[in-house]
């Protein structure tokens, strides 16, 4: 049985903390897309995580983390982070990686730093892991496969021809220092070194699993409006963040996926440059963000204050459609309890025209958002088991939103921890 565990949104809704929970049922957890850009904040009996590149099942041991093929890795930072929770007493990890994921570069690490200083204000904001140059190094097919780390005729005469390209953009482009090939063939050596221990080929190792039964989940990173094709365009990350890509990105039959968990948070949070429909500014936000989350709404990989706003119930809806959702994680539901009045945005005014369909990157630009006021219940809800011990008000927000997007919200969370998560049945 396969479960996907994916992002409505902007990406930071908590996908961590549900694939954490749901881990303890699951014995392979997949990670299928993106690199070392964004992260998940984990907060369970060894302490407080932020992974970047680890999926979150690896604080269990029964589980199998696996970085799939459609993952951009970044081989220091996986090797960092392994010993980082060892060093924290989490048992070692069982962690394979696929032989035909690609390796992140130091001069795409480089790129995105150079690009960023280039656009200077006019950036996109990036997180400058080399996700973008790794991504368009992969489509313009001369990114290194793991397997190419150990075909050392290959890798020397690819490693030459690459520089070759990459010096001239370092030197005439960004007038930065050249890349000396020598010293980056012996960087590639270091890396296969380092990764050969857990080298695999992932996709016949999940044919085997489905065919025992196992359950398996692909954890996204981000969430669908920053997704390639049907994000808020170019203010996107570089590979695809939808469940439908999980196939890809960990080699499985797409049919396979059985259950599409779509995770969205009570609020809206977003890092990055692009249209934020209801956003919040001011002491209003400062507050929902010293608030949100666990200790804030602070980014896991960056430290950046995030943006905020108030639910979204238009990009939510599209969000979930996109997914292909059979259940909806609602989480941080806990954080609102402060408010008197919630806001939510149930639709965009445009050229004053109300939609509740989700536009094009230049119109949303022009979106206004359509408020509604719903009263708030005022007191701690965390620590409650049942959904019926919530208060009439909380489950009328949790109610008016499900009707709104269209998707079932099975699963409310109302806590950081692995036990806060309150199971919902469908009446
Ligand atoms: P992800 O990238 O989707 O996993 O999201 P992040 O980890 O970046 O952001 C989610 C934040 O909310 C983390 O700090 C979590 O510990 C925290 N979190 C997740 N679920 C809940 C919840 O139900 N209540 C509270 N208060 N915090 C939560």
């Known amino acids: 049985?396969?479960?996907?565990?994916?992002?409505?949104?902007?990406?930071?809704?908590?996908?961590?903390?549900?694939?954490?929970?749901?881990?303890?049922?699951?014995?392979?957890?997949?990670?299928?897309?993106?690199?070392?850009?964004?992260?998940?904040?984990?907060v369970n009996n060894y302490g407080k995580f932020a992974l970047h590149t680890l999926p979150s099942g690896v604080f269990y041991g029964h589980t199998t983390s696996i970085i799939g093929n459609g993952v951009a890795l970044n081989i220091p930072i996986l090797m960092d982070e392994i010993a980082s929770i060892v060093n924290r007493n989490v048992p070692k990890p069982k962690i394979l990686v696929s032989d035909r994921a690609q390796v992140v570069?130091?001069?795409h690490v480089l790129l995105d730093q150079y690009e960023e200083e280039r656009l200077a204000g006019k950036s996109f904001g990036s997180t400058k892991s080399g996700i973008a140059p790794f991504y368009s190094d992969k489509y313009a097919k001369i990114g290194f496969q793991v397997s190419e780390l150990f075909e050392e005729a290959l890798l020397r005469e690819k490693?030459?021809?690459?520089?070759?390209?990459?010096?001239?953009?370092?030197?005439?482009?960004?007038?930065?220092?050249?890349?000396?090939?020598?010293?980056?063939l012996d960087t590639l050596h270091d890396y296969r070194d380092k990764i050969a221990p857990y080298v695999c080929d992932v996709s016949a190792f999940l044919d085997t699993a489905i065919k025992e039964g196992k359950t398996i989940l692909l954890e996204g990173q981000l969430g669908t409006l920053k997704d390639p094709d049907h994000g808020?365009?170019?203010?996107?990350?570089?590979?695809?963040t939808l469940a439908a890509y999980g196939a890809i990105g960990a080699g499985i039959p797409p049919y396979e996926i059985k259950q599409i968990?779509?995770?969205?948070?009570?609020?809206?949070?977003?890092?990055g440059a692009g249209a934020f429909v209801s956003e919040i500014f001011g002491e209003e936000a400062d507050e929902l963000r010293r608030r949100g989350g666990d200790g804030g709404e602070?980014?896991?990989?960056?430290?950046?204050?995030?943006?905020?706003g108030w639910f979204d119930c238009v990009a939510s809806k599209y969000g979930c459609r996109l997914q292909g959702t059979t259940d909806v994680a609602f989480t941080v539901l806990d954080?609102?309890?402060?408010?008197?009045?919630?806001?939510?945005?149930?639709?965009?005014?445009i050229d004053g025209e109300v939609t509740t369909d989700f536009p094009t990157t230049a119109k949303l630009e022009k979106a206004?958002?359509?408020?509604?006021?719903?009263?708030?219940?005022?007191?701690?809800?965390?620590g409650i088991k049942n959904y019926e011990d919530l208060p009439q008000n909380c489950r009328d927000y949790v109610e008016f939103i499900e009707e709104q997007i269209g998707y079932p919200i099975t699963m409310v969370s109302n806590g950081p921890g692995r036990e806060d998560i309150i199971y919902r049945s469908q009446s």
Request: one cysteine or more; glycine letters at 10%.
């Open 232 to 240: 808020i365009y170019p203010m996107v990350t570089s590979s695809s």
């Open 261 to 271: 968990i779509t995770v969205c948070k009570a609020y809206s949070s977003a890092v």
């Open 1 to 42: 049985m396969v479960k996907a565990v994916v992002g409505a949104n902007w990406g930071d809704e908590g996908k961590g903390k549900i694939t954490d929970t749901l881990a303890e049922e699951a014995d392979i957890i997949v990670r299928f897309q993106g690199g070392a850009n964004a992260g998940h904040t984990i």
């Open 298 to 308: 602070f980014g896991a990989t960056t430290g950046r204050p995030r943006r905020m």
């Open 159 to 184: 490693v030459a021809r690459v520089v070759e390209m990459k010096n001239v953009l370092f030197e005439h482009f960004y007038h930065k220092p050249l890349i000396d090939a020598a010293e980056l």
């Open 368 to 382: 206004k958002p359509v408020l509604k006021t719903l009263p708030g219940w005022k007191c701690d809800i965390r």
């Open 335 to 349: 954080v609102l309890g402060y408010l008197d009045e919630i806001p939510v945005c149930v639709g965009y005014e």
């Open 105 to 107: 570069m130091p001069y």
